[in-house]
């Protein structure tokens, strides 16, 4: 079965600043990758997901990610940080193959924006 | 589209006694899962239904927990009865079709907390 890590709980990152949070995940093959963000009291929101081809994927609101096959690792990434974008990130993976399993969610990173 | 609809968005009760929690997916989706989120375990599924039939519930922690699609647009997830440990926000979400491959879309929750 696949999991996902996120280590870090809480980030503070000052507004302006650049933005990188972590996911490294656990699975068989090359799963596919997703980022969702949650702004308070709101839903799961999809920012960017991985399938296949450029390693590099462009997602809504400035965010990109970077899949790292050799580090199993999906890491989220802003190069300049919004007020807005405080919110609750999850990093996600979905099994390739058979079945419609739902996602595997990290426990979420906490990012706080510091004026 | 309206995007997926949960109700209540907020619901306190009593331990002991029922409690039901509504989605309607995104009108054309297949595909509808039942997540909850609490701060120890994150974000979990519970169960996930296509075309109104329910195809893998081993993630409901116990029989007080049921989920019925009774047709494309509606579904319910029944809590009887509650416990205290049950509060948590209960989301929803829907995707077009089949395999994690495709977007799930999220509604906004409902926050269940179980006096």
């Known amino acids: 079965a696949q999991s996902v890590t996120q280590p870090d709980i809480h980030i503070t990152v000052s507004e302006g600043a650049s933005l990188e949070l972590r996911c490294n995940y656990s699975?068989?093959?090359?799963?596919?990758l997703f980022w969702y963000v949650q702004s308070p009291g709101q839903g799961l929101q999809l920012l960017l997901k991985y399938f296949s081809g450029d390693t590099l994927v462009q997602g809504i609101k400035g965010f990109e990610a970077e899949f790292k096959r050799s580090q199993s690792s999906f890491n989220l990434r802003k190069p300049s940080v919004h007020w807005s974008d405080a919110a609750e990130y999850f990093c996600?993976?979905?099994?390739?193959?058979?079945?419609?399993?739902?996602?595997?969610f990290g426990k979420g990173t906490h990012l706080i924006i510091q004026p | 589209d309206a995007g997926v609809i949960q109700s209540p968005r907020h619901e306190v009760t009593e331990m002991g006694q029922e409690v039901t929690l509504r989605c309607k997916p995104i009108?054309?989706?297949?595909?509808l899962f039942w997540y909850r989120q609490t701060m120890m375990r994150g974000l979990e599924l519970l169960i996930y239904f296509n075309n109104n039939v329910p195809i893998d519930d081993s993630g409901m922690p116990e029989d007080r927990f049921s989920a019925k699609m009774p047709n494309a647009s509606f579904s319910t997830l029944k809590i009887q009865p509650s416990e205290p440990r049950d509060s948590a926000v209960y989301f929803c979400a829907s995707s077009l079709q089949w395999g994690t491959k495709n977007i799930q879309y999220f509604g906004a929750g409902t926050r269940l907390s179980v006096l």
């Open positions: 009108s054309g989706h297949d595909y």
């Open positions: 699975y068989g093959a090359t799963p596919y």
């Open positions: 996600a993976v979905g099994a390739r193959g058979g079945g419609a399993d739902g996602l595997t």
